[in-house]
């Protein structure tokens, strides 16, 4: 079956998985996906229910409350541009969230990124190699330090809105990047609070 023809069944059945009840959402959505599509459909709920457990422990360790955790409140870092923003949880992300986020890097070679992202599109920790040291070059910063800024652009708000059980978006970056991007959401107790994205490069053949 051809990409376009599966893209089409994709959004169908995202279109069918909407209307859904929460508890029907669990159901395998009969389509035809390519085996790195379905390779990387897994790791991204992987992920999800990962961070979601890291989360939870947050709030089980009162390290951060329910409350502050769904406020989406972003603090502006001075004098950065692109402009960044810390929240009430964020050092905990970099504590905590950056080590199963580069797992992936580490184990799929064509895996550009793959990062937890709030409802707003926030990424409160990148991965390694978008976490390099800022320069002040804003060009050079736009490609190496990504971590901490608002991606509110349509496959952001997209993916970190959803909560079909699974998307595909094509994603040109502002770095002149073009990837396929899986996005899957990531529920806290139960309440969705936003989303994983990983974005790869498709397997030749």
């Known amino acids: 079956m051809t990409h376009p ?5 994709a959004v169908l059945a995202l279109a069918l998985a909407a209307l ?8 395998s959505i009969p389509i035809n996906l390519s085996a790195q599509e379905r390779e990387m ?7 999800s229910r990962k ?16 409350e502050k955790l769904f406020s989406f409140l972003y603090y502006p870092m001075p ?3 692109p402009p960044k923003y810390t929240t009430d949880y964020d050092k905990l992300s970099d504590r905590d969230i950056a080590e199963p986020e580069e797992s992936v890097i580490r184990r799929f070679p064509l895996v550009s990124y793959a990062v937890m992202v709030d ?3 926030y990424i409160p920790t990148s991965n390694e190699k978008y976490r390099q040291p800022l320069t002040g070059n804003r060009a050079a910063d736009l490609l190496h330090n990504r971590t901490k800024i608002i991606h509110n652009h349509t496959v952001g708000l997209t993916a970190g809105r959803s909560e079909a059980p699974f ?23 139960g309440v969705h609070w936003g989303a994983i994205r990983i974005g790869y490069r498709r397997a030749e053949g």
């Open 119 to 121: 409802k707003n599109g």
């Open 167 to 189: 998307l595909f978006q094509q994603y040109k970056r502002d770095n002149g990047e073009t990837l396929t991007e899986i996005s899957v959401p990531l529920y806290v107790h």
């Open 41 to 47: 459909m897994a790791v991204a709920g992987d992920l």
């Open 5 to 9: 023809i599966r893209r089409h069944l």
């Open 51 to 66: 961070c979601a457990s890291i989360m939870e422990r947050w709030i089980a360790n009162k390290e951060i409350s329910e």
């Open 20 to 27: 859904l009840p929460a508890s029907g959402r669990a159901q």
């Open 79 to 81: 004098k950065i541009d």
